[in-house]
């Protein structure tokens, strides 16, 4: 949100304890769950990437979920306080939970998405 002061900066990232989530691929921001100040967060990082994929795609692919986190916020099940960290990361509040990609097959059936789209 403009004009806030955002919660840490990059360099506090370095030596706070971290686990990696997601390295993701060569496009893909790295995943990670970083702890400071007793707060747990999820930061996507473009970072470690090439500089024309953190450049173009990170950047925008930033900007776009922070939109849409921002839109979301109040709605339960969405991570609290997205900001940018910097140009090439962005962090949210870590929401415990199953990813879909490590959901049981069984529970993704239609009732899952008809109250999933409920939600909106």
Do not use: C, I, Y
Request: charged share 20%.
């Amino acid at each position: 949100m403009p004009g806030t002061t955002p919660p840490f900066m990059r360099a506090q990232l370095s030596s706070a304890p971290r686990e990696l989530l997601r390295e993701g691929r060569w496009a893909n921001a790295r995943v990670s769950r970083v702890t400071l100040d007793g707060v747990d967060w999820v930061v996507k990082d473009f970072a470690p990437r090439a500089w024309w994929v953190r450049q173009l795609v990170g950047r925008f692919l930033l900007r776009r979920e922070l939109r849409a986190l921002e839109r979301l916020q109040g709605l339960a099940g969405v991570p609290a306080q997205p900001f940018r960290v910097d140009a090439f990361a962005l962090a949210a509040r870590f929401t415990p939970g199953v990813t879909l990609n490590h959901a049981p097959p069984q529970s993704l059936n239609a009732a899952f998405f008809v109250a999933l789209e409920a939600l909106f």
